[in-house]
């Protein structure tokens, strides 16, 4: 008769003797991480913003190397390779909206490879303000001036400059920064500077704004152009010639009807070497002719006043009657 607990303690020898041979036996096997020899291993990681606090940046294309082994970040920034032939070589990342980046690595003897990227957001375009202004004055010239403003957000904070540039036309400028508005700005770029003979070459013609970061990062973030020149000129009717009226005068001018959306903007200044504004109403209708001025204007040593009527389309292009002048009393 067969005694179970001596069959019992004769397996559970050969188990342990098993398992004794196992531990000594040579470690062959390629995907065994305690294998000397290995060549196969495992990359980890995560994908982080450059921005502090560094966030977890989702669905970041993780490659090693290029074009071979490829995966994706997940909601936590977190990726992962496993069974990577171990041989140095570029890790690379990319998203769209980050500077895509790279990591040399550098295995040794190193069985796994553990470690954090910081992805540096590209610059975004919040509001772009781009027109054209053509500027009448007498007899019979005509002044044309581009005027550009871009707001950006940048989560590193870590732009250097901002360009605004139009290669066809050979045209590059610096737009400087307003810390009061917290616009990129350039005003009133002379057609001189555009090297054009005529305001209408200036159609059809690319611009780009370009922001380059403290890294050397150089990246185009818009393009734009002039959709239209304005030459409609509105004439005035009164007052005009220095006629004097009262501090709360009704403007009158002569309708355009261009074949464009359009609204005025009528302006009251100071008739003197550097003029003030003094009164301004925006927004009017095409159909408008006249217009009251709502508010006294203000005394001024001679009284004297000029206004004008602005053309403004519905990119902002806009274009200025020649001045009239008046005097209150």
């Not at 003797?17 to 294998?35: E, G, I, K, Q, T």
């Not at 920034?77 to 909206?97: D, E, M, Q, T």
């Not at 957000?153 to 610096?174: N, Y």
Request: glycine share 6%; aromatic share 10%; with cysteine.
């Amino acid at each position: 008769m067969c005694n179970p607990k001596k069959h019992f303690v004769l397996l559970g020898g050969a188990l342990l003797f098993a398992a004794l041979v196992a531990c000594s036996a040579p470690r062959n096997n390629p995907l065994d991480a305690n294998n000397p020899d290995r060549k196969l291993s495992g990359i980890e990681g995560k994908v982080l913003s450059l921005s502090l606090p560094h966030r977890p940046i989702a669905g970041a294309e993780v490659e090693f190397p290029s074009g071979q082994r490829l995966t994706f970040s997940d909601t936590h920034g977190r990726f992962s390779l496993a069974n990577v032939h171990r041989y140095n070589g570029w890790l690379h990342v990319a998203k769209p909206g980050f500077h895509a980046d790279s990591l040399y690595l550098q295995w040794d003897h190193a069985p796994q490879w553990h470690g954090e990227l910081y992805l540096n957001a590209v610059p975004r375009v919040d509001s772009l303000i781009f027109y054209s202004s053509l500027i009448n004055r007498y007899p019979s010239i005509q002044i044309l001036e581009l005027f550009v403003k871009v707001r950006l957000s940048d989560a590193d904070k870590d732009i250097d400059s901002v360009l605004f540039e139009s290669p066809t036309l050979h045209f590059s400028s610096i737009l400087i920064y307003d810390t009061m508005d917290r616009f990129y700005e350039r005003e009133h770029i002379p057609m001189s500077r555009l090297n054009v003979q005529s305001a209408e070459e200036i159609i059809g013609h690319r611009f780009r704004i370009m922001v380059k970061d403290t890294y050397g990062h150089c990246d185009t973030v818009q393009t734009t152009e002039i959709r239209r020149i304005i030459r409609d000129e509105v004439q005035l009717k009164s007052p005009a010639g220095h006629d004097t009226v009262s501090t709360t005068p009704t403007l009158y001018w002569e309708p355009i009807t261009p074949g464009y959306s359009f609204t005025y903007t009528v302006e009251v200044r100071t008739d003197e070497a550097d003029p003030q504004l003094v009164w301004q109403k925006t927004g009017l209708p095409s159909g408008t002719s006249s217009v009251r001025v709502d508010v006294p204007l203000p005394e001024s040593p001679n009284n004297n006043y000029i206004w004008a009527v602005w053309v403004i389309d519905s990119f902002g292009n806009r274009a200025r009657s020649k001045f009239k002048s008046f005097q209150v009393q």
